[in-house]
């Protein structure tokens, strides 16, 4: 009886749902949830940011050091990545799935980055084959419920963006560099953002929760550069798993729908990082409006 209770619970969650043309917390099929953005959240970090969607949070911190670069890429700087989950956090996971789950955002993040050319490595680069800046991207779920890696990237670019490196003076004769007080800020060159989506019996829901993603047909990520004129075809990053069949329609309304996504946290992404100073005043949960 038990065992039938647990199968009867999902197909009644998705029987509401097609009834309703409402979700479990009473969203539209196509209305994200509330976003929340933090930042420098981490006082010992380089760059930090706290990123909140409805009840699924990250936060991102950055550590730099001077290095030397790989051997492969003498003259680029060195980008890490790093995925793990709080301990208080996300307890319904057993240890192999946060293993896997940790894994597959952290290539996620690392492909968008790496595709968009969102930092040019070689301005990392002091005195090739010698010394080089190594930025490490940590990155903590604190409560996994959906969305996990549009939080991850998003926590990523924000914390990044309020990074401060050190200025060297370099002397290029003798390979040297010299310690200076100034700092500056990396050039992040362009601000991809992602957006995922679930099929459930053929209806397209947008920022799905844990259970809409358990629940689903299909799994669909999308990555693009809100900058980028509307009819651009860059698209830096696109998943597709499960069984749906993705058709011509479907996949122009997924770009129309993650645009209009990206825009939004763009907007939410600069009206928080530009700021002279950021106080808890400041931080409020901010609505896409549909």
Known sequence: MAELFKILQPLQFIQTILNSGKRADGRKFDESRHVLISCDCVTS???SALIKFGTS???????????????IKPDEGIIEIDVRFSNTGSNELEN??????????????????SHSKCINLKQLCLIPRKYCWKIMLEIICLNMDGSIVDLSLLA??????QCNLRKYEIDNEFD?????????KINIRTYPMLCTFVIIDKHLLIDPTM??????????????????????????LLEATGSCTIDENLLKNIHMKTMKRAKFLRSV?????EKQQNNDDDCQFETMQL
């Open 211 to 236: 259970n809409e993603e358990e629940l689903s047909n299909s799994i669909i990520r999308m990555a693009i550069d809100p900058d980028q004129p509307s009819d651009s075809d860059c698209i830096y």
């Open 96 to 113: 192999p799935d946060r293993t896997t789950i940790s894994g597959y955002v952290r290539e996620c993040v690392r492909k968008i980055l």
């Open 269 to 273: 992404m600069i009206k928080y990082t």
């Open 176 to 184: 040297l560099i010299t310690m200076t007080n100034e700092f500056e």
């Open 156 to 161: 990523s670019l924000v914390a990044l963006k």
């Open 57 to 71: 949070s990250v936060i991102c911190g950055i550590t730099t050091s001077l290095v030397k670069p790989t051997t």
């Open 45 to 47: 970090a380089n760059g």
